[in-house]
């Protein structure tokens, strides 16, 4: 017998559930589908929220033979059988490409298929978990639309688990009576993932003992099959580097209750190495000279995280975070390397001024090297005019102080020693 999730699984749009972005009454992909206009697309968003069953339903309505190829175990042969049909009556109106996760295609494969897709002879309907602008051949992606899937929410997630209890309780005769909570924890915990929830309940029924003459399914029960389920992570996918974005964006913007948030996601996922270095880099990046002593606080708190391990280094993390989040703001410092670098890849340097070139050698002086230097530990306030960059940028400036105490503090100082 096929899993519950199949047995469930959506014959039209209406009984998907979840995506009102795109599959709204007046969404365009809707829109789209009612016109029986077929365009090459691609659905992009996690496992199990509705990719395969959209696309599955927009094949049985165009009225087009229906070829499906999962990505993972598709050969060029295979692809090659579908374009030979091409010239058959069987393949006379054209056909449907229903391509799951086509990111598993490598280049060839996906080119072979470009010459058919342009001319409207095979219309193409793959599916992605990962990021189509990184995995998916350009040229594909030019002559298709992607429509971005999302995590479904936690009320749209119960419609589909009291779905699935009643159609297990037509399909065996069996009454359920449901926990409170049980259905709230389902759908906290599968992550968006309506497959997940679904399987939770088939896992859920097929274990159910009866109890004084019903089946009773428990809260505790629901809890151990579904148990961490939530964590929709994968340490090179595109979810890795949402969060990681999310949190140094909310470091930045001051949210310590954001930033702990995503910091915890990334803990319970068992990953220590990716917050301790990205928060290495927020520390000079986003808090720079504002307030220095941050990059020495979150080396610190690193240190000691890496030393203790999971589940202590939460501490030290959390509080390198904080202090991170409430501590003032200043990007000058990346701001100005990223200006001197620009300079640099433009071609914008020359000759290092003649008295600033090494003279630890002899024959030094005789070539003019450091004759005309000045050692500005000799001056007053340690500090004299003298020219240090190149002839062709020598008034350049790749340093702007930002408005904060300890910046406008240094500008004041330096102000007042140079001006004399």
């Not at 496992?47 to 999962?70: D, E, F, P, Q, Y």
């Not at 219309?123 to 002559?143: C, K, Q």
């Not at 029924?205 to 929709?232: D, F, H, I």
């Not at 720079?288 to 939460?314: F, H, N, W």
Request: glycine residues 6%.
């Amino acid at each position: 017998m096929p899993p519950l999730a199949d047995r469930l699984r959506p014959q039209t749009l209406d009984e998907v559930v979840g995506q009102p972005h795109l599959l709204g009454s007046e969404r365009m992909l809707r829109r789209v589908i009612e016109t029986g206009q077929i365009p090459n697309m691609v659905f992009y968003g996690p496992s199990g929220v509705g990719k395969t069953t959209v696309a599955s339903i927009i094949a049985k309505s165009a009225g087009k033979r229906l070829h499906k190829l999962n990505g993972t175990t598709a050969s060029t042969s295979d692809i090659k059988a579908i374009v030979d049909e091409l010239g058959t009556i069987a393949g006379m109106n054209g056909v449907i490409l229903y391509l799951d996760e086509i990111q598993y295609l490598n280049k060839k494969q996906q080119q072979s298929l470009l010459e058919f897709i342009e001319n409207g002879q095979i219309t193409l309907i793959a599916s992605t978990t990962e990021n189509p602008y990184f995995y998916i051949y350009n040229a594909i992606l030019s002559r298709s639309t992607v429509f971005e899937f999302k995590p479904v929410q936690k009320e749209e997630i119960k419609k589909a688990i009291r779905r699935a209890f009643s159609f297990i309780e037509n399909e065996s005769g069996i009454k359920f009576e449901v926990a409170d909570g049980v259905l709230e924890h389902i759908s906290l915990t599968c992550g968006g993932d309506v497959r997940k929830a679904i399987n939770a309940v088939e896992l859920i029924t097929l274990a159910a003992k009866p109890q004084g003459g019903r089946y009773t399914v428990t809260l505790e029960e629901a809890a151990e099959v579904a148990q961490r389920s939530s964590m929709k992570y994968d340490r090179d996918g595109d979810v890795h580097y949402d969060i990681l974005s999310a949190f140094q964006k909310s470091v930045r913007g001051s949210d310590e209750n954001a930033a702990l948030h995503y910091l915890a996601r990334l803990l319970e996922a068992g990953d220590l190495i990716s917050p301790c270095r990205r928060m290495l880099v927020i520390a000079s990046e986003d808090i720079g000279l504002a307030y220095p002593m941050a990059a020495v606080i979150t080396k610190t708190c690193v240190d000691s995280a890496m030393q203790l391990g999971l589940p202590e280094a939460r501490i030290p993390l959390a509080q390198a975070v904080i202090m991170l989040c409430t501590a003032p703001k200043s990007n000058s410092a990346v701001c100005a390397i990223d200006a001197a670098l620009d300079d640099i890849r433009k071609g914008h340097s020359g000759d290092i001024p003649a008295h600033l070139k090494d003279t630890h050698y002899s024959g030094a002086a005789k070539l003019g090297r450091g004759l005309t230097y000045k050692y500005p530990h000799n001056f007053p306030d340690h500090y004299t005019p003298q020219q240090y960059l190149p002839d062709e940028i020598k008034d350049k400036k790749y340093y702007e102080y930002s408005e904060n105490k300890t910046e406008q503090t240094a500008k004041a100082y330096w102000e007042n020693i140079k001006g004399k």
